[in-house]
Nanobody
Framework: QVQFVESGGGLVQPGGSLRLSCAAS????????MAWYRQVPGEQRDLVAR???????DYADSVKGRFTIPRDNAKNTVYLQMNSLKPEDTAVYHC????????WGQGTQVTVSS
């Protein structure tokens, strides 16, 4: 059974940084394209960052230049490094494999506020 455990969220001031972790079990992250998504209550879940099997990365325009998506194959974990955070980055963040979409994990709440 595939499971994603997201962690690392919290309350941060505008301009601050957070590093989210997505620990995967039941699947091997290096064998899938992996992505981070975020969702605000009442809105759709949006993809914000993706890393392909070959290591190509792409980002939503809203986070480009501020977020990166490292992957640690040895730890079977995907990260989301978020810098220069803005209030509009406030959301619940999830990871998943976009071409497969396994069951969603609990996600991790990120709140950007002064």
């Amino acid at each position: 059974q595939v499971q994603f455990v997201e962690s690392g969220g919290g309350l941060v001031q505008p301009g601050g940084s957070l590093r989210l972790s997505c620990a995967a079990s039941g699947m091997i992250v290096r064998n899938y394209h992996m992505a981070w998504y975020r969702q605000v209550p009442g809105e759709q879940r949006d993809l914000v960052a993706r890393v392909t099997i070959t290591g190509t990365r792409d980002y939503a325009d809203s986070v480009k230049g501020r977020f990166t998506i490292p992957r640690d194959n040895a730890k079977n974990t995907v990260y989301l490094q978020m810098n220069s955070l803005k209030p509009e980055d406030t959301a619940v963040y999830h990871c998943n494999a976009p071409t497969r979409l396994f069951d969603w994990g609990q996600g991790t709440q990120v709140t950007v506020s002064s």
